[in-house]
Structures are given as structure tokens and as C-alpha cells.
Nanobody, 121 residues
Framework: QVHLVESGGGSVQAGGSLRLSCAAS?????MGWFRQAPGKEREAVAG????????YYADSVRGRFTASQDKAKNTLYLQMNSLKPEDTAMYYC?????????????????WGQGTQVTVSS
């Protein structure tokens, strides 16, 4: 069992920045960020392999968001810059022991409770 705790969400104006954190109770093979806006399906934001820090991004956030990790703390981060109103969503951290398909929601077994990000225009 892996316990994930997200933090760092909040409200910001368009163009602003936020940094999300996700602390895991143990080291896993991959971690990812997903988001779900009201009335929409959950979508991938970024995925990272913990053994080499290779990171993958959704097209909608590439160049604006950066995922990183602190392996010593089993913590995943998401630095979000140039935020847009369409980035408004509940952001979820996920983790799994299978090092495959880092942007596939179905390939993650463990999920956090989520942290809300609201971007106003």
C-alpha cells in the first residue's frame, strides 16, 4: 500500500505560478500528475520514472509545467508556470510499481486525495 499526500494547490491569477507537492510513503517506479476539471474526464498532466527522472508531459502543459522529484523524500513536484484559466482543476498525484506508460491513468494503482488549483482571468 502506498499513501500519497498532495499539497500546494490554491488560487492564482492567469500568468501566475504554483508548485504542487506529493509525498509518497514509499519509493515506487513511477509517479504522475493528473487533473480533472468540473464536468470533464480526468486527464494526464505529467509522468516521471523515479529511477532516471525521465519525465513526460501532456501537450497542453509542455513548456509551462515541470515535474521533478526528490528521491530522498519520496516526493514528486509539479512546478506550474504561465497558468491559464483552463488549468483550473483538481490535481491528483498517482504512483505505481510498474515502470510503464507514465501518462496512462489506468496504469496507476495508488492515488492521492487531490489538491484544487484555480486560475482566474
Amino acid at each position: 500500500q502506498v499513501h500519497l499526500v498532495e499539497s500546494g494547490g490554491g488560487s492564482v491569477q492567469a500568468g501566475g505560478s504554483l508548485r504542487l507537492s506529493c509525498a509518497a510513503s514509499t519509493l515506487t517506479s513511477k509517479m504522475g500528475w493528473f487533473r480533472q476539471a468540473p464536468g470533464k474526464e480526468r486527464e494526464a498532466v505529467a509522468g516521471l520514472y523515479t529511477h532516471n527522472s525521465n519525465t513526460y508531459y501532456a501537450d497542453s502543459v509542455r513548456g509551462r509545467f515541470t515535474a521533478s522529484q526528490d528521491k530522498a523524500k519520496n516526493t514528486l513536484y509539479l512546478q506550474m508556470n504561465s497558468l491559464k484559466p483552463e488549468d483550473t482543476a483538481m490535481y491528483y498525484c498517482a504512483a505505481d510499481f510498474l515502470a510503464r506508460s507514465p501518462l496512462s491513468e489506468t496504469m496507476y494503482e495508488y492515488w492521492g486525495q487531490g489538491t484544487q488549483v484555480t486560475v482566474s482571468s
